[in-house]
């Protein structure tokens, strides 16, 4: 991949991570999801945000808020589809012959 060069950024040119052939054949068939083995900046990236996260309240509680929205999200499209499918659930045994 060729450097990309930002404007109003230093004269050296900064490049993008290189994506393994498994990464960009997921990425060509639809799926975003990185497939190859994260690297020692992407650790070190999660460590410093979970180590953020654990001595900032406002950070630690705006994550906790969008964790238990994400919980409603769910149960409201697991409704949405027992609606759609017609997987309404019984009140009543069914009866069997």
């Known amino acids: ?13 900064i490049s993008a991570p290189a994506l393994s052939p498994a990464d960009l054949a ?22 410093s945000i979970a180590d953020h ?5 406002s950070c630690r509680g705006r994550v906790e808020e969008a964790e238990a929205r994400y919980a409603g999200y769910g149960e409201s499209m697991r409704r949405r589809d027992r ?10 045994p069914a009866v069997t012959s």
């Open 53 to 57: 996260r654990a001595h900032c309240t």
């Open 26 to 47: 997921a990425h060509a068939a639809g799926s975003f999801v990185r497939t190859s083995a994260p690297t020692p900046g992407d650790i070190y990236v999660a460590a």
């Open 1 to 13: 991949m060729a450097p990309v060069q930002l404007k109003g950024a230093p004269a050296a040119p």
């Open 83 to 92: 609606v759609q499918l017609g997987l309404r659930i019984a009140s009543a």
